[in-house]
């Protein structure tokens, strides 16, 4: 890549596909089921493993640093959960690395002369400290590289007492079966990138492989999906509490709508109820009062006849007076 294009990738990066007010290039977003979302999360395979001998090509979807920069911008203020699609992508292309692993180790089982499971066990003693030595080794490289010198010494110490055990591993492993078949390269399988590895591999080959990019991006993959499957898990806690709070929120709105309903109800029905009593009390009252009404105006009419009845018998008995004289 030349200094331009690499300046150009920068600035990408830095302020995303508005950086000259290109339209064109803003047309497709990261939001767009065509763009990777492993790629903006920067953990795709296809890059990951490029100019490795497992080099997958280009990926089908779009690649774009300044569609990563737009995400990264915008993820600030919205979570798009596109961990969910980066994991799923993760887990596909590891479980075909685990299956590739597991053919690949049928594969030696046929081809490879069958051992003892007592040789086999000491066979797989060499296999792991050869593993732990190019492991240190690959550290000692990188610290050295860094500039750390102190620190790359003390992890080179560690690298030859792992390569004295090694020797007494190979010496029991030698010793437990003929000469002839101990100089037959036993290989094994790397559980981490599928690669093969020889039970007397070098200092230098092995050094190579466990520092090698291939690995390397390996265990960048597989750490990278561990860290997702958190993400993940986390974020699916969050919404399933968030969730759940708005559930019981509207939970309690619906106890209050409906308490304030019995409430409004109950207040109608006592509204109504003492309505009815008061007329009731209305009603009673009115008939008392005609009642009353009615007593008052048959007693004064039976003192109206009562007076008039003594009226009459006084006046008939002065009539019979007069006639008597």
């Known amino acids: 890549m030349s200094a331009q294009a690499q300046m150009r990738a920068m600035l990408d990066q830095l302020m995303g596909t508005s950086r000259d007010g290109d339209t064109t290039r803003q047309r497709i977003k990261f939001s767009d089921d065509r763009v990777c979302k492993s790629h903006l999360l920067n953990c795709c395979p296809h890059d990951v493993l490029s100019g490795t001998r497992m080099d997958l090509g280009e990926c089908l979807k779009v690649h774009d640093l300044a569609l990563r920069a737009d995400y990264e911008i915008a993820s600030k203020e919205q ?13 596909s292309f ?55 010198v102190e620190e790359s010494q003390k992890v080179m110490d560690e690298v030859e007492k792992a390569r004295a055990k090694k020797r007494e591993a190979e010496e029991v492993y030698r010793n437990s079966m003929p000469a002839s078949s101990f100089q037959q390269q036993k ?21 190579d492989h466990f520092g090698g990019k291939l690995h390397l991006g390996f265990i960048e993959i597989r750490e990278k999906l561990e860290e997702l499957k958190r993400v993940v898990a986390e974020k699916q806690e969050k919404r399933n509490q968030e969730r759940l709070k708005r559930r019981e929120e509207r939970e309690r709105e619906e106890r209050e709508k409906l308490r304030r309903s019995r409430s409004r109800e109950h207040r109608r029905h006592r509204s109504r ?22 007593s008052r105006s048959s007693s004064r009419s039976r003192s109206r006849s009562h007076q008039r009845s003594g009226h009459s018998s006084r006046d008939r008995s002065r009539e019979r007076s007069r006639r008597r004289y």
């Open 79 to 91: 979570d798009f959960f596109f961990e969910l699609d980066a994991m799923d992508h993760l887990q």
């Open 94 to 148: 590891i479980a075909d690395c685990d299956r590739r692993t597991e053919v690949a180790k049928k594969r030696l089982a046929e081809t490879q002369e069958e051992i003892s499971a007592e040789v086999a066990a000491k066979a797989e003693r060499v296999h792991e400290l050869n593993e732990e030595i190019g492991k240190l080794l690959a550290k000692v490289e990188q610290l050295g590289a860094e500039g750390n």
């Open 187 to 207: 290989l094994r399988v790397c559980e981490v990138c599928s690669a093969y590895l020889g039970l007397h591999d070098n200092d230098r080959r092995l050094a």
């Open 273 to 294: 109820s003492m309505s009815r009593e008061r007329k009731r009390r209305t009603r009673s009252k009115s008939r008392e009062k005609r009642h009353r009404h009615r």
